[in-house]
C-alpha cells in the first residue's frame, strides 16, 4: 500500500479538518505543528553520517516543514530511541547538531527510549502571528510558480555517499541541509491573498503533483528555468534527479503575481492553469503531461 492510500485512510478514519498539509494549522491557537520521523537504515546510514549531521538534518526537516505553512518556526521537541551499545558521545553530538540547525529556534523537550535501531521523531511548533499560512489546495490559474534555490542536489549527493564519488558540495546538501526561512518569511509576511507552499522533501516534481491535485488545477513547468548545479549534468539520470530526488529542503510556490514584488531571490518555473477535465495531467512540464508520479517516488511500504 502507498504512504498517501494510508494519510488518506487516516483523514477518512479521524475525518479530520487540519490533516492534508504538511503542518497542521491550528488558528485558535496561533501555531502550525508538524512531526517527522528517521528511521536508521530507511531515511539514514550511519555508513554515511555522523551523530552532529544526524541531529542537524532531524531538526532541520521539521523546521522546513514549518517554514513551508508560512509560520515562523519556534519550538523543537525530540523523541530518540537508541540501542543499548549507543556512546554518550553520541548523544552529545546529536543534541549539538540539532542545537545549531535550530538557532533561535528552541529544543523544549522530547523522551529517549531503547530500540534496536536508532529511531528520530522530532515535533516542531511555529507561530502564525503577522503571517498568512499557505495551504497546498490554494493554488489557483494565474499564479507564478516559483522556486528557492537550486534542485537536485541532495539525491546527487546521496548517489556520491553511496558510490564513493568526490561531490563535496552535493553530499553537503544531503546531510547538512537548510530550510528556507527567509523565503517564506518574505512570502506569508507580504501576501494578501491565499497561495499554495511546499518544501521539495520528496522532490520537486512531488511538490508540485501535490499543490494540482488539491487545488485541482494544472502545474505548467518549463524545466530549463529550473535552477540547479551544473555538475549534475555528470550524473546519468540528472534530469530525474532534479525532478524526482527529494530531500532538497527548497520551497516552491504557487503566488499571485503582485507579491512578486516584496520577495527576492526566487525563480520563476513556470505558471498555474485551469484543469478542465480529469484526463488532464496534473503537471506539463515541457508539454508532457504527468497524471500520476507514483512510479517516481520512493516507497516505505513496498519492498
Known sequence: MKEKEL???????????????????????????????????????MKYTNAYKLGWKSAMVNISDVCASGANPVYLTIALSLPKNIKADFVEEFYKGAKDACEDVKIVGGDITGSEKIFISVTAIGSTKGRKISSRSHAKAGYKIIVSGRHGSSGAGLISLINGLKYPDFIEAHLIPKAQRKFSEQIAVNA?????????????????????????????????????DKNIEKFSDWKDLILFGGEDYQLVAAVPEELLKNISDYTIIGEVIERNNKSDGKIIIDGKHYSDIDNKLYNHFEE
Open 192 to 228: 494578501l491573498y491565499d497561495y499554495a507552499m511546499m518544501d521539495t522533501s520528496d522532490g520537486l516534481a512531488d511538490a508540485l503533483y501535490q499543490i494540482a491535485d488539491a487545488s485541482n488545477v494544472i502545474m505548467k513547468i518549463d524545466f530549463e528555468k529550473i535552477p540547479y
Open 7 to 45: 494519510i488518506q485512510i487516516i483523514k477518512s478514519t479521524l475525518n479530520s479538518e487540519y490533516i492534508g498539509d504538511d503542518c497542521a494549522y491550528l488558528p485558535d491557537l496561533g501555531i502550525t505543528v508538524t512531526q517527522d520521523s528517521l528511521v536508521e537504515d530507511i531515511h539514514f546510514s
